[in-house]
Nanobody, 112 residues
Framework: QVQLVESGGGLVQAGGSLRLSCAAS????????MAWFRQAPGKQRELVAA???????NYADFVKGRFTISRDNAKNTVYLQMNSLKPEDTAVYYC??????WGTGTLVTVSS
């Protein structure tokens, strides 16, 4: 059974940075199938960043140039470095494996 555990969320002022981690266990065969999503209050869950099948990266337009997805294959861990945070980045951030498995999320709150 795949398990995903996010960490690293918290309260930060606008312009600040956070690094989220997602530790995967229980049968991760393709770390390129992992991605970060977020869901703000009253809004639908949306894609933030993902790896492609070729190992490159895709980003939502609203985070390009500010967020970076990376991975540690040996640890089956994916990271999301978030810089220049804005109040509109406030959301629960989730990692996903193959869009089938989801973590419970980590809350990021950006104050103005």
């Amino acid at each position: 059974q795949v398990q995903l555990v996010e960490s690293g969320g918290g309260l930060v002022q606008a312009g600040g940075s956070l690094r989220l981690s997602c530790a995967a266990s229980g049968g991760i065969f393709n770390i390129n199938a992992m991605a970060w999503f977020r869901q703000a209050p009253g809004k639908q869950r949306e894609l933030v960043a993902a790896f492609t099948s070729g190992g490159t990266t895709n980003y939502a337009d609203f985070v390009k140039g500010r967020f970076t997805i990376s991975r540690d294959n040996a640890k089956n861990t994916v990271y999301l470095q978030m810089n220049s945070l804005k109040p509109e980045d406030t959301a629960v951030y989730y990692c996903s494996y193959s869009l089938r498995y989801w973590g419970t999320g980590t809350l990021v709150t950006v104050s103005s």
